[in-house]
């Protein structure tokens, strides 16, 4: 297998995990059917979850294209599969001035690490999220060269 091969089957497989995934995470009782949450704050989540599951089927779909313009259909689907993780950070960046948090009572608990001997805490959701902007990143770089 070839690196544009391989590029093409790892950037299909974080997209296809991206809208599985997100799909998975959110429309079950930590967060759709949360009975806890209030009724627009569910239709959100699920907004963008099945914006994000669609937005991953167009993705494979430009990283599959033949045409004259593949190599641009991989750097767009590149692209699209970084803008919600880039939201994620977005969000996460500006949650003080709306009030928002990483965990919910309900929801999954952070992991704990030992780190130099403390018990640390760490959210999921952005340690997942910085590793598929990282992937993405090495696999546009893996593309191009």
Not at 13 to 29: D, E, F, K, S, W
Request: net charge positive; hydrophobic share 55%; with cysteine.
């Amino acid at each position: 297998m070839d690196r544009l091969q391989l590029a093409r089957v790892a950037l299909s497989t974080l997209c296809v995990l991206q809208g599985l995934a997100t799909m998975a995470i959110h429309c079950n009782r930590t967060h759709a059917t949360n009975p806890l949450w209030p009724g627009h704050a569910r239709f959100h989540v699920v907004w963008q979850s099945a914006t994000v599951a669609m937005m991953s089927v167009v993705e494979v779909a430009l990283v599959w294209s033949r045409s004259p313009w593949q190599r641009e259909g991989f750097y767009l689907a590149t692209l699209l599969a970084a803008l919600s993780p880039l939201g994620f950070m977005a969000a996460f960046a500006s949650r003080r001035m709306f009030g928002g948090t990483l965990l919910d009572p309900n929801g999954v608990p952070p992991m704990r690490v030992k780190i130099r001997g403390a018990v640390r805490s760490v959210d999921l959701n952005f340690v997942v999220v910085t590793t598929a902007l990282i992937a993405l990143v090495a696999l546009a770089a893996i593309y191009s060269s």
